[in-house]
T-cell receptor, first 116, second 116 residues
Framework: DVKVTQSSRYLVKRTGEKVFLECVQD?????MFWYRQDPGLGLRLIYF???????EKGDIPEGYSVSREKKERFSLILESASTNQTSMYLC???????????????FGNGTRLTVT | AQKVTQAQTEISVVEKEDVTLDCVYE???????LFWYKQPPSGELVFLIR??????QNEISGRYSWNFQKSTSSFNFTITASQVVDSAVYFC?????????????FGAGTQVVVTP
């Protein structure tokens, strides 16, 4: 069965800390995504990657960076966490770089990050 | 600008009632895809359906049905004879072929609460 695993379900960090959110997929998918979910705003795309070592900015990349050293792993990095980054973070993957716009996404369970 | 509008923030129904979730989208592309995802309390978004812009045929899957109308730019979702397990947040999403990567754009979501 398709599986996207996020390393933490809940995370509490202090302002200014460097935060790593990890995501692993076991489906050999080319594309991986990081979204944040906030009430009333739906899901907003932070970054995505269509291949190893490749990355593209989404709609709200400020304050974030990503790393994809291996096909199955996509990391989201908050260089200096701030309270406005308190949110639910969702990782997703999909098949086929050439068909990214019509491939269904497979999501992880999410990481609820609180920055105090 | 929001490209996908889900005007209903929350809908509460009693079990066995039908519930319709509205989704209105905005695009200038002739080729695009529309999606519905379900997010149960566990947090993991689950893909429900994908519809391309050239296929306006309505679809039924068990108690779920979808009504795609290009004339009104709507892609509405109906749950017939709702059950408690249908309680979730439902997201409508749009992917445009004209976007360089066809990134999914989500609506704000509609919370469905089904009570026994």
């Amino acid at each position: 069965d398709v599986k996207v695993t996020q390393s933490s379900r809940y995370l509490v960090k202090r302002t200014g800390e460097k935060v790593f959110l990890e995501c692993v997929q076991d489906m050999d998918h080319e594309n991986m995504f990081w979204y944040r979910q906030d009430p009333g705003l739906g899901l907003r795309l932070i970054y995505f990657s269509y291949d190893v070592k490749m990355k593209e900015k989404g709609d709200i990349p400020e304050g974030y960076s990503v790393s994809r050293e291996k096909k199955e792993r996509f990391s989201l990095i908050l260089e200096s966490a701030s309270t406005n980054q308190t949110s639910m973070y969702l990782c997703a993957s999909s098949f086929g770089a050439a068909t990214v716009y019509n491939s269904p996404l497979h999501f992880g369970n999410g990481t609820r990050l609180t920055v105090t | 600008a929001q490209k996908v509008t889900q005007a209903q923030t929350e809908i509460s129904v009693v079990e066995k009632e039908d519930v319709t979730l509205d989704c209105v989208y905005e695009t200038r592309d002739t080729t695009y895809y529309l999606f519905w995802y379900k997010q149960p309390p566990s947090g993991e978004l689950v893909f429900l359906i994908r519809r391309n812009s050239f296929d306006e045929q309505n679809e039924i899957s068990g108690r779920y049905s979808w009504n795609f109308q290009k004339s009104t730019s709507s892609f509405n979702f109906t749950i017939t004879a709702s059950q408690v397990v249908d309680s979730a947040v439902y997201f409508c999403a749009l992917s445009e072929a004209g976007d360089s990567w066809g990134k999914l754009q989500f609506g704000a979501g509609t919370q469905v609460v089904v009570t026994p």
